[in-house]
């Protein structure tokens, strides 16, 4: 199963995705991409040190239409299975949702959106004043 990874910031649940994968815990399971959302994020290292492909998908001051078909684009261009939502900090719509509806997983450490900041969920943006 190919398993790619969409994140926001730090990547720690990306690294221990990696890390249950080298370790066997995860068997069968490839992640060929991570995408991450800001350009100076530490998770980009994170995936070279692994040799993860990742991809930098600008957010801000992108309509989300824009940004959620280059997002889908590269999920089918790496023939992705399943996507894990690992601190991701945006809301996903249709484009890529409704192609990985039933495959996407949400990993983010709160509850959302009852701790997910000021931000509203329904609103095009961010969610947590990201």
Do not use: C
Not at 4 to 20: C, M, P
Not at 63 to 90: K, N, T
């Amino acid at each position: 199963m190919r398993l790619a990874v969409l994140a926001s910031w730090r990547g720690t649940n990306f690294k221990a995705i990696l890390d249950h994968v080298r370790l066997g815990v995860l068997k069968g399971v490839e992640v060929p991409l991570l995408i991450y959302t800001d350009e100076e994020a530490p998770v980009r290292k994170i995936a070279e040190s692994y040799g993860v492909d990742a991809a930098f998908v600008k957010h801000r001051g992108v309509p989300r239409p824009e940004r959620e078909r280059r997002i889908a684009e590269l999920l089918a261009g790496y023939g992705v299975d399943l996507v894990a939502l690992a601190g991701y900090d945006y809301v996903l719509g249709e484009a890529v949702i409704g192609r990985y509806r039933w495959r996407a997983l949400n990993i983010h450490p709160s509850l959302l959106p009852f701790a997910g900041g000021q931000g509203d969920v329904r609103q095009e943006g961010t969610h947590g004043g990201v």
